[in-house]
């Protein structure tokens, strides 16, 4: 619509030139050339006027030629521009190379927001709020898991799980809270749809790994969020985006009992899922 308007002007600002128009074999004078008092006829036809001598018949072939020199390359520029306005050309319905890729590669994939929500509704419904739960991951830092510090972390960031000493740390400050870790691995989809490798151990390996160290060393509640984190581009254009997150478990273990939280919170999603594992 922009380009219209733009062009409308244009065409709009060549009425208001120093030259009469051509319309169906008239002239019409406009404002500019209407500078005399003889000139009250707005419309004239010059197609059956004799020149009343010959240098008035050369005069004439000489502004029309002028005016044809002005006009025509006018004419192709304009014409120009409405060819190459097609929605094609100017990005109208174009597939954006993540989208199609995530589509493709990852269906079911959300939107960290949307990722938020249902996390959010489903913990809630457990007890988990900001003030009783200490936020962990198993993971490089991403944008996901500040969110989750950002809602769920009492000591006000993520705390990063690796080795032992973390371990041992973060069952220390769970005592008497809720332990909610987010672990997985991390791929990255270019400007141009292309997938990187995977990095990061497989969610089962770091889904055993937690039930060793934190279900079973006597916490009272633990819920466990496990996935694969998709990064885009965040500047440029219709390439940039949040990132999102491929859900595949989500686990719970409370007071010994282990609950397959899936189902309820991403049940709906065609993801596929890790199979829960039992402590012992």
Do not use: W
Not at 39 to 67: C, G, H, M, T
Not at 120 to 139: D, E, I, M, P, Q
Not at 229 to 234: A, E, F, L, S, T
Not at 239 to 253: H, L, N, Y
Request: proline fraction near 5%; glycine fraction near 8%.
């Amino acid at each position: 619509m922009k380009f219209f308007h733009q062009a409308s002007m244009f065409l709009h600002s060549l009425m208001l030139v120093s030259f009469p128009c051509r319309v169906c074999g008239f002239t019409v004078l406009t404002p500019t050339s209407l500078n005399a008092p003889n000139d009250s006829r707005i419309l004239y036809q010059k197609r059956f006027v004799r020149p009343a001598n010959k240098q008035e018949d050369d005069n004439f072939i000489l502004n029309d030629a002028r005016k044809k020199r002005i006009v025509l390359p006018l004419q192709l520029i304009i014409s120009s521009l409405f060819i190459n306005s097609s929605p094609a050309q100017a990005g109208i319905g174009t597939v954006v190379p993540f989208d199609a890729t995530l589509k493709e590669k990852f269906p079911g994939a959300l939107q960290n927001y949307v990722i938020m929500l249902r996390l959010n509704s489903t913990l809630r419904k457990r007890g988990y709020l900001k003030k009783n739960t200490v936020f962990a991951t198993l993971k490089s830092n991403d944008d996901l898991s500040s969110l989750m510090a950002r809602d769920y972390g009492s000591l006000g960031e993520a705390v990063p799980l690796g080795d032992s000493p973390s371990f041992k740390d973060y069952i220390q400050n769970c005592q008497g809270k809720k332990a909610l870790v987010l672990y997985g691995q991390d791929v990255s989809i270019s400007r141009e749809g292309d997938v990187s490798e995977i990095q990061g151990k497989d969610l089962k390996s770091s889904e055993k790994i937690l039930m060793d160290s934190l279900a079973s060393k006597g916490l009272s509640d633990v819920t466990l969020v496990g996935g694969i984190v998709i990064h885009r581009v965040k500047t440029g254009g219709k390439d940039a985006g949040e990132d999102c997150f491929f859900p595949m478990a989500m686990t719970s273990v409370r007071n010994g009992v282990t609950t397959d939280l899936f189902k309820q919170a991403f049940g709906d999603l065609p993801t596929p899922r890790q199979s829960v594992i039992l402590p012992g």
